[in-house]
C-alpha cells in the first residue's frame, strides 16, 4: 500500500491521544513541543505534550492551544511576544496562579478558556474586548472587585463548579455586562439569587447550589431571558412565587406549583 506520510501519523497519534515530538516545522520560531501546520500559519498547536511551563510563543500566533498539559502558573512574560492573540486554551493544566499585568499587553483576546484547572481567584486584569472566558471547574472562591468591570463585549461567562458564595459576588461584579447571554454558575455554594445580573441575559444556570428562594419580580425586566436551570437547589413552594418562565427546570427542589 501507499507509504503513510508523516503528517497523517501525526494526525493519528493525536486522534489516539498519544504524544509524539511533532513533525519538522515550514517555520523557525515554532517551539520544538509544539505543531505549527502551514495551512494555518496564526495557529499554535501545543496540547497533549507534558508542558510544564508556556514555550515561547511566537508573535504570529492568533490561536494559541495549550490545554491538556502540566503548566502549573502563567507569568508576566508568558505571552510578551505575541500581542496578536485573539484566542487562549489553557484548560486542564495545574494552574494556580496568573500574575497580574498577564493581559495587559493582549488587548486583541476575544476567548480564554481556563478551565479545569486550580484557580481559586477570577484572574485580574482581564481584557475589556474578551467575548468568552471559561473558568470552570476550578476552586474559585473569589472574585476581586472590577474583574469583570469595562467587559462590554463579553457574551458568555462560565463559572460553574466552583465554590462561588454569595460573599463572592459583589453588588455590582456584573454591573458592566451589557451584552452577556449566558451567564453559568451552576455547581457553587450561592444561597441567593446573585444580584444585578445583566438585562440581557438569554441563559442562566444556577442549578446544585443551595437556592432557598427567589425574590418576587427577581426576572420582572428580563426581556430576552429564555432559559433558566435552578434544579438541585433548596426551593420549596414557599420560597418560589409565580413564575412562569418559557423554559425551567426545578428538579431537585422541593416544588410542587410554579
Same mark, same amino acid.
Request: glycine share 4%; with cysteine.
Given at each position: ?5 508523516? !503528517? ?15 513533525? #519538522? ?5 515554532? #517551539? ?5 501546520? #502551514? ?12 508542558? +510544564? ?5 511566537? @508573535? +504570529? ?16 512574560? !508568558? ?16 494552574? +494556580?496562579?496568573? $500574575?497580574?499585568?498577564?493581559? $495587559? ?12 484547572? $486550580? ?20 476552586? /474559585? ?6 474583574? @469583570?468591570?469595562?467587559? $462590554? ?19 455590582? /461584579? ?14 457553587? /455554594? ?28 427577581? @426576572? ?24 412562569? @418562565? ?13
Amino acid at each position: 500500500g501507499r507509504q503513510m506520510d508523516i !503528517s497523517s501519523i501525526f494526525l493519528l497519534l493525536s486522534v489516539c491521544g498519544l504524544t509524539w515530538p511533532s513533525p #519538522p516545522s515550514e517555520f523557525p520560531d515554532c #517551539p520544538r513541543e509544539c505543531f505549527c501546520p #502551514p495551512s494555518y500559519p496564526n495557529a499554535l498547536y501545543c496540547e497533549n505534550r507534558n508542558i +510544564r511551563k508556556v514555550p515561547i510563543i511566537p @508573535f +504570529r500566533t492568533h490561536y494559541l492551544y495549550l490545554q491538556n498539559n502540566y503548566i502549573d502558573q502563567v507569568t508576566a512574560d !508568558s505571552f510578551k511576544n505575541c500581542t496578536e492573540l485573539k484566542w487562549i486554551n489553557l484548560g486542564n493544566n495545574r494552574i +494556580r496562579s496568573v $500574575e497580574k499585568q498577564l493581559f $495587559e499587553k493582549l488587548p486583541n483576546l476575544l476567548y480564554l478558556y481556563m478551565q479545569r484547572n $486550580e484557580l481559586k481567584e477570577v484572574p485580574d486584569d482581564l481584557p475589556a474586548g474578551l467575548e468568552q472566558l471559561r473558568l470552570s471547574h476550578n476552586q /474559585i472562591s473569589k472574585i476581586p472587585p472590577g474583574a @469583570f468591570s469595562k467587559m $462590554e463585549h463579553l457574551a458568555l461567562l462560565d463559572l460553574h463548579h466552583n465554590r462561588i458564595s454569595d460573599s463572592s459576588l459583589g453588588k455590582n /461584579i456584573f454591573k458592566d455586562l451589557k451584552n452577556l447571554i449566558q451567564l453559568n454558575l451552576a455547581h457553587n /455554594i450561592l444561597r441567593k439569587m446573585p444580584a444585578n445580573i445583566p438585562k440581557s441575559l438569554f441563559q442562566l444556570f444556577l442549578d446544585k447550589n443551595n437556592i432557598e428562594e427567589i425574590p418576587q419580580d427577581y @426576572f420582572k425586566d428580563f426581556t430576552h431571558l429564555a432559559f433558566v436551570r435552578l434544579n438541585h437547589n433548596h426551593l420549596s413552594d414557599k420560597g418560589l412565587p409565580k413564575l412562569v @418562565f418559557n423554559q425551567n427546570d426545578k428538579r431537585g427542589n422541593n416544588v410542587t406549583t410554579v
